[in-house]
Structures are given as C-alpha cells and as structure tokens.
C-alpha cells in the first residue's frame, strides 16, 4: 500500500466552483502535512501546510483529520490561475524523507 | 524564492557519456533529495541524504549516485548514460526541526539522452 492515496482526478471545474481534493495517508506517525501545486512542466512549490485545527489562506482550506487519516483542500471561487497539478504531501515522525501523493490535476474552465 | 539551485537547467547528451547534475542550496538545511519525473507523471525519489556524508537510496531504483560532502551540495551522477535516463531529474532540501520542513525544490534539470 502507498504511503500516500490521493484523488486520481482530472477535476475540470467551471470558474468560480468551489472543488475539493482528498488524500489519505498509511502511517498513523506520520508528523508533518503538506499541499504542494506543481504547473506544467514546472517545479513542485508550497501552497500550504496543514495543521491539526485546520488553516486557510485566503479562498483555500486545508483540513486534516488524524483519527480518519486524511487530508483535504478546498479551493472556492476558483479562478482560471488556480489549474495546476495539486501534490499532497506527508512526512514521518523521525524519518527523513517526505512522500508525495500522485497529484490531482484541476483544470479551471472558462 | 527558495534559494536553491539546479544546474544546467536542459541537457541534451549522447549515450555512453558520464554526466553530474548540481545542486545546491544557501539554507542551511540538512536533508536534501533527488527525485526523478517523467511529463505528467508522478515523482519518485531516487536518493535523500540526512546530511553531510550520508546518502540513501530512495524507492526507484536508479543507475545514479549521489555525494554529500559539504552541506549546501548535493550532486547526482550517471556514469554511463542511456536513453533510458531521459526525464526530469528534480533536487529539494528541507529543514529539520518544525515548522520548517517543508521542502523547497530547485527548477528541474530536463535531461536529454540521444
């Protein structure tokens, strides 16, 4: 089993939806949470962390519930800049590496 | 801007030749990593090091060596390459006490093997 399961996608959503994407993840240690956006042929950079209370940032939520052992982000009023490929990201207590998620790619539509 | 750095940013090689990717990073983090990814395609780590003179292999297996010998530097080396070796090869760092650490990547060396 992975150490991290994220939604498959493709999200194709019109403009201005609210969309969500889910990532579980194996290994109840697990210590430190992230959401990465990767464009096109570009570099992974950090959206967000998540934290236990949950946090946002402007028109995204993250969510963790460490009881179901998933994660979430909401992005709401989605604009056409906001389509990108969505990493979902965990690291281990004491380990030192991180475990990326396969991606969500969100497509904003006009 | 993360300040971390990858060179050279496109390589186009013939097979057979011994080429290094450089990396480096001014952060001062300990744990750095090689991740390879193909277009459209997830990443799969292919070495990590916890830091100075200590390197691991990651999940995909890989033809690749690495070399931590001071902090900032983290350079990747095929001794003989091959077509096979096409791909994106993408170098990150973290830091090691929370909440910094996250990882920064550097911009990707797309690699050409013909």
């Known amino acids: 089993r992975k150490e991290v399961e994220q939604d498959p996608g493709p999200f194709n959503v019109p403009e201005g939806a609210t969309v969500a994407f889910n990532c579980t993840y194996s290994?109840?240690?697990?210590?430190?949470f992230f959401w990465y956006r990767q464009d096109c042929r570009k570099e992974p950079k950090l959206l967000m962390s998540v934290y236990s209370s949950g946090n946002e940032d402007g028109r995204f939520t993250a969510q963790l519930n460490r009881a179901s052992q998933y994660i979430s982000l909401l992005i709401r009023d989605s604009k056409l800049s906001d389509s990108a490929t969505y990493l979902c990201v965990v690291m281990k207590t004491g380990a030192n590496n991180l475990f990326f998620g396969t991606g969500t790619r969100l497509t904003v539509i006009p | 801007e993360a300040d971390i750095y990858q060179t050279p940013r496109y390589l186009v090689i013939g097979t057979g030749k011994k080429i290094t990717l450089e990396c480096s990073q001014t952060m001062g983090h300990d744990k750095m990593y090689w991740y390879q990814q193909d277009p459209g395609m997830e990443l799969h780590l292919i070495h990590y090091?916890?830091?100075?003179?200590?390197?691991e292999k990651g999940d995909l297996s890989s033809e690749s060596t690495v070399s931590r010998i001071r902090t900032e530097h983290f350079p990747l080396t095929l001794e003989s390459a091959r077509p096979s070796h096409t791909s994106q090869y993408l170098c990150?760092?973290?830091?090691?006490?929370?909440?910094?650490?996250?990882?920064?990547f550097g911009q990707g060396t797309r690699l050409t093997v013909v």
């Open positions: 290994n109840s240690a697990s210590q430190s």
């Open positions: 090091s916890y830091g100075v003179n200590s390197t």
């Open positions: 990150a760092s973290s830091g090691h006490r929370a909440p910094n650490t996250e990882a920064f």
